[in-house]
Nanobody, 124 residues
Framework: QVQLVESGGGLVQAGGSLRLSCAASERFFSSYGMGWFRRAPGKEREFVAAISRSGTIEYYVDAVKGRFTVSRDTAKNTVYLQMNSLKPEDTAVYYC?????????????????WGQGTQVTVSS
């Protein structure tokens, strides 16, 4: 069982930055591709970014390209989502997830484990 715990959410003004962290169980971290999703009020959960289990491949949804960066630190069993130039439309609950694959996964059904989510609110 992989346990994922997100942190780092909060309230920020438009144009500001936040860094989300997702701490994973040590035993499994290096075996899983990791992803970030978000769910805005009244909307479906959507893919944001993913990083391969090797850490060599990253993938982003178009809406966040050039503003968000996903990374992972194997020594700390943690994946990060650095979010810059935040916009009000980035407001959502952000979830990290783990997928038992060597590939990049972008669909919710490809992920095996999910964190509880952390709220990000961007004010205009």
């Amino acid at each position: 069982q992989v346990q994922l715990v997100e942190s780092g959410g909060g309230l920020v003004q438009a144009g500001g930055s936040l860094r989300l962290s997702c701490a994973a169980s040590e035993r499994f971290f290096s075996s899983y591709g990791m992803g970030w999703f978000r769910r805005a009020p009244g909307k479906e959960r959507e893919f944001v970014a993913a990083i391969s289990r090797s850490g060599t491949i990253e993938y982003y949804v178009d809406a966040v390209k050039g503003r968000f960066t996903v990374s992972r630190d194997t020594a700390k069993n943690t994946v990060y989502l650095q979010m810059n130039s935040l916009k009000p439309e980035d407001t959502a609950v952000y979830y990290c997830a783990a997928a038992d694959t060597a590939q990049i996964a972008t669909r919710t059904y490809e992920y095996d484990y999910w964190g509880q989510g952390t709220q990000v609110t961007v004010s205009s």
